[in-house]
Nanobody, 124 residues
Framework: QAQLVESGGGLVQAGGSLRLSCEVS????????SGWFRQAPGNEREFVAA??????DTYYKASLKARFTVSRDNAKMYLQMNALEPEDTAVYFC???WGWGGFWVTNAIDFKDWGHGTKVTVSA
């Protein structure tokens, strides 16, 4: 099991940018897939983006692809968020799962490793 720790959240004005980081320990191998989820108050946790450690292929929630970018540098994963909107306000979690079944998984229940989350607040 890997351990994940997020950082980089904070308060930003609408239109601004933030970069979230996620430190992944526990020596994930090439079959690891890590991703970002977010949860706004009163809402379910929703998929944001994921990256496959073998080859660094990425996948996004369609409505966020133009503004968000997921990347990885060794054991650190990032989420670059641009043109932020008040609707992006949420707690952002990094998550991970072992194994690649040939398709992208976007349900939170299928990710076994989780960080504690970092809060992002976008003011109007």
């Amino acid at each position: 099991q890997a351990q994940l720790v997020e950082s980089g959240g904070g308060l930003v004005q609408a239109g601004g940018s933030l970069r979230l980081s996620c430190e992944v320990s526990g020596r994930p191998q090439n079959n690891y897939v890590s991703g970002w989820f977010r949860q706004a108050p009163g809402n379910e946790r929703e998929f944001v983006a994921a990256i496959r450690w073998l080859g660094n292929d990425t996948y996004y929630k369609a409505s966020l692809k133009a503004r968000f970018t997921v990347s990885r540098d060794n054991a650190k994963m990032y989420l670059q968020m641009n043109a932020l909107e008040p609707e992006d306000t949420a707690v952002y979690f990094c998550a991970g799962r072992w194994g690649w079944g040939g398709f992208w998984v976007t349900n939170a229940i299928d990710f076994k490793d989780w960080g504690h989350g970092t809060k992002v607040t976008v003011s109007a």
